[in-house]
């Protein structure tokens, strides 16, 4: 029996891959796997919400960087920058383009001199990575941006190219569209059990009634990764945790002002003639979390005074408004979580991006496909970030987590 006590269909739908999320990663996936000219399978994505109005991709900043700690999550974000460059080429439908509105604004890290050294090693790594970024001493800091407060600060890096903001949910129905017309089939339900025999994934049970016979199992469920994982009797330590966004304007001019990370963890960067900011809660005030409610005290009382003290013009400023999102937040090391579990091989794991997600979709997506398809990533060497890790104990911990 499955829920709603109907009896399972005699004659399940079957499919060859069936992804569970159909948000900005759940959908690069399909893309990439229904262009893949080595795949000649169907693909159903199930999606609980097709108007993604509580999704994490449309409620997250809108960004991509290339400054982090970790050469692999360089890599994944140095092609999804050149992806995005060219939608044109990938995601045309109908001679349409996604229109993502992509701002080149840089992010711009700061470090007081407890963070040096590990902004010194940051930047050494992408250096090395072949990231174009710039070292800056206070008083470089001071000359670049006269706007900021440099008392108590000690340098800061700042990302020259390739770096910058955009439209997530444009990005989102770009995938989307692109996997619909080579035939991707989208169906708006819940999962509400996986079918296992041993070492295989074999069905799901969908909410509707509908049992789904498939050759694979993609986990793409964002917050709800664990949940689904689960259902499978598999295990993923990844969780909804709530992260607000807030919208202010600032009368005072702030001229070329990047996406800025201040020592405390709070970010702020322009958005249109306005800004937005937040800062991820301490773990003691971080539970795991799936409802959307904003707290507006949380800005007034944390947020405005490091905006005022890293801003002096943001001393005068005016919240607007303001929407809360989820992060899939990953507890052991904050990285992805990608591939096939090591004892279950035809469940595919894309979950625990911490943040990250939307930037490291279309590397995802292609690497996901790529696992399908020919068993490995091929394009880039992501076997770092495969599930073994977790049973392993070898956690790859990303120092530039915002």
């Not at 250096?127 to 800061?156: H, I």
């Not at 959307?292 to 003290?309: C, G, K, M, Q, T």
């Not at 801003?311 to 904050?334: C, L, M, S």
Request: proline fraction near 6%.
């Amino acid at each position: 029996m499955i829920p709603g006590g109907e009896e399972q269909q005699e004659n399940p739908m079957k499919v060859d891959v069936v992804i569970v999320g159909g948000g900005v990663i759940g959908s690069a996936i399909a893309y990439f796997l229904s262009a893949h000219p080595g795949f000649d399978g169907s693909v159903l994505v199930v999606e609980r919400d097709m108007t993604y109005t509580d999704g994490s991709t449309a409620r997250s900043a809108g960004s991509i960087r290339q400054q982090f700690s970790t050469p692999e999550n360089i890599a994944i974000s140095q092609y999804g920058v050149a992806f995005l460059q060219q939608l044109d080429r990938h995601l045309a439908v109908e001679g349409e383009v996604p229109h993502i509105s992509f701002v080149a604004g840089g992010y711009l890290f700061l470090a007081s001199e407890k963070g040096r050294r590990n902004l010194q090693s940051n930047y050494n790594t992408q250096c090395e990575e072949g990231v174009q970024v710039s070292w800056l001493e206070r008083g470089g800091l001071s000359e670049r941006f006269p706007w900021l407060n440099v008392d108590d600060l000690s340098a800061g890096c700042i990302g020259e190219r390739d770096e910058g903001w955009f439209d997530p949910y444009a990005l989102l129905q770009g995938f989307k569209r692109k996997a619909q017309q080579h035939g991707v089939v989208y169906q708006q339900d819940t999962v509400a059990g996986i079918g296992r025999s041993g070492a295989r994934v074999d069905s799901i049970d969908l909410a509707s009634g509908t049992t789904v016979s498939c050759g694979y199992i993609i986990n793409a469920a964002g917050p709800r990764a664990a949940r689904v994982a689960e259902m499978a009797k598999l295990k993923v330590p990844v969780f909804p945790r709530k992260r607000y966004v807030y919208v202010f304007d600032c009368r005072t001019p702030i001229p070329e002002c990047p996406l800025v990370v201040d020592p405390s963890g709070c970010y702020f960067r322009p958005e249109g003639s306005s800004f937005i900011c937040g800062l991820s809660p301490p773990p003691d005030e971080d539970p795991d979390c799936l409802d959307l409610e904003v707290d507006f005290d949380y800005f007034d009382e944390r947020i405005w005074p490091l905006l005022a003290h890293r801003v002096p013009a943001f001393e005068a400023i005016k919240r607007t408004r303001a929407w809360a999102g989820h992060y899939a937040y990953n507890t052991f090391d904050q990285n992805a979580i990608l591939g096939p579990h090591p004892e279950v091989g035809n469940f595919l794991f894309a979950n625990g991006f911490s943040g990250h997600g939307l930037q490291q979709a279309p590397a995802v997506g292609r690497a996901i496909s790529e696992w399908l398809i020919y068993g490995e990533s091929r394009s880039l060497d992501l076997r770092r970030l495969m599930y073994d890790r977790l049973a392993e104990n070898r956690p790859i911990l990303e120092l530039n987590v915002v």
